[in-house]
Nanobody, 120 residues
């Protein structure tokens, strides 16, 4: 069982930056891909970014391309999401995910989420 714990959320203003972190438990030997998803109130959860743990290749949802960067520290079992030029529409609960299918998912393991609120 892989456990994921997100941190780094908060309240920021439009145009600000924020970095989310996700710490994975040690039992990640069967995890090939990790990603970030988000869910805004009243909306479905949506894909934000995905990454191959070993190769480091990345994919992004179109609305965050050029603003968000997903990265990992393989030795520390940590995943990051650097978010720049934040917009009010980025407000959501952000979830870290891990799995073995593809960088787009589906994912097998999920964190509890961290709230990001962007004020205008």
């Amino acid at each position: 069982q892989v456990q994921l714990v997100e941190s780094g959320g908060g309240l920021v203003q439009a145009g600000d930056s924020l970095r989310l972190s996700c710490t994975a438990s040690d039992r990640t030997f069967n995890i090939t891909y990790m990603g970030w998803f988000r869910q805004a109130p009243g909306k479905e959860r949506e894909f934000v970014a995905g990454l191959s743990r070993f190769v480091g290749s990345t994919v992004y949802e179109d609305s965050v391309k050029g603003r968000f960067t997903i990265s990992r520290d393989h030795a520390k079992n940590q995943l990051y999401l650097e978010m720049n030029y934040l917009k009010p529409e980025d407000t959501a609960t952000y979830y870290c995910a891990a799995g073995s299918a593809s960088p787009w998912g589906p994912y097998d393991y999920w964190g509890q989420g961290t709230q990001v609120t962007v004020s205008s």
